[in-house]
């Protein structure tokens, strides 16, 4: 089967790799190092220091010129999602299945039947004027938590700190056909991915880590270790993740984990940067709304206060607008 991996980053890169040494045909649409994979590859350093170099990969910068694919692999961040909406038509046939890989509330969480009394709303955090809903189709899609860490050191290579899972799940519950087919071609690759019928709570369990350990390290400029070890950020997070657990329990969700055990699996990563903590020191765009706006607007909705996850999102907005002058500053200059 052909399969499109949209971004080339870390995640999207990993995937790659693996899935073309398993035998895939893989098609990587690229934005900055299309050029770079067409020519060389990519390569992946394992957490093992194994390298893997792929060759037989193709990348481009169009998607139109990439055309239909049998699977979709959407490893963009959730905020680089609206922009490309419209774009997606090309890769997406009638029996395309498209796998959503954002951190975060996705745009699709009341979709497919399992919103409840919530079914059909939109989240403008997660999804903007409706923009990725008016061009992709929640019925093709298969919802996907991405549990590893890695980072991409150059165009051409992506290193993997910890990690190969990635959860799968109807947005319905079901496990289908086509949910246990992607499964197996990532099982093949040499990754865990097991079928939920309850996407969603697994979503909320990686999420319940994102809310709260992304901001702290961005505003910090701490790694997961040390977050989890001093006393005052540890509190803090614990503090984010209760109010994020009522918001998940009030629409129905349960984790099957409590929060000790999970603080305790981000601290046991080590003196591993976040991904929101790289984005600050690189001068690229927060993922903020899809990892702290969406469950603040999600509080709202069901009347869940959240007054630490407030304030800590209070201080990324001004950090991210900081940034975004900053780099403004920069182009000004640089013309």
Request: hydrophobic share 45%; proline share 4%; with cysteine.
């Amino acid at each position: 089967m052909s399969i499109a991996i949209v971004g080339a980053g870390a995640i999207g890169g990993y995937l790659g790799v693996r899935l073309a040494e398993a035998g895939e045909d893989v098609t990587f649409i690229a934005r900055s190092n299309a050029a770079a994979i067409a020519k060389d590859g990519l390569r992946l350093i394992e957490e093992d220091g194994k390298e893997i170099h792929a060759k037989n990969v193709k990348a481009t910068r169009s998607m139109a010129e990439a055309g239909r694919h049998d699977i979709v692999l959407l490893t963009v961040k959730a905020h680089q999602v609206g922009p490309i909406a419209a774009d997606l038509k090309h890769l997406i046939g009638p029996e395309t299945v498209v796998v959503t890989m954002q951190n975060g509330i996705p745009w699709w969480y009341f979709s497919g039947g399992h919103g409840g009394q919530y079914e059909g709303t939109q989240l403008e955090t997660a999804d903007p004027g409706g923009l990725i809903a008016q061009h992709l189709d929640p019925r093709q899609v298969i919802g996907s938590v991405v549990y590893p860490a890695a980072v991409l050191t150059d165009p051409g290579t992506v290193t993997v700190i910890e990690g190969n899972r990635f959860g799968l799940g109807e947005l319905d519950g079901s496990k289908s056909e086509r949910a246990l087919n992607v499964s197996q071609r990532l099982t093949k690759a040499g990754f865990k991915a097991p079928v939920t019928s309850d996407i969603r709570a697994e979503l909320w369990l990686k999420l319940w880590g994102n809310l709260s350990f992304n901001p702290i390290s961005a505003l910090s400029h701490a790694t997961l270790e040390d977050i989890c070890r001093f006393p005052d950020t540890r509190e803090l997070a614990i503090a984010m993740m209760k109010e994020a657990e009522k918001i998940a329990n009030t629409l129905g969700v349960t984790f099957r984990i409590g929060i000790d055990k999970r603080v305790a699996g981000a601290e046991k990563v080590g003196a591993h940067k976040t991904s929101m903590l790289q984005d600050v020191e690189a001068g690229r765009p927060i993922e903020l709304e899809a990892l702290v706006g969406s469950v603040i607007e999600l509080g709202r909705l069901v009347g869940v206060p959240t007054p630490h996850i407030d304030t800590v999102y209070a201080l990324m907005r001004l950090l991210a607008r900081s940034l975004e002058t900053a780099n403004g500053r920069l182009v000004i200059a640089q013309a």
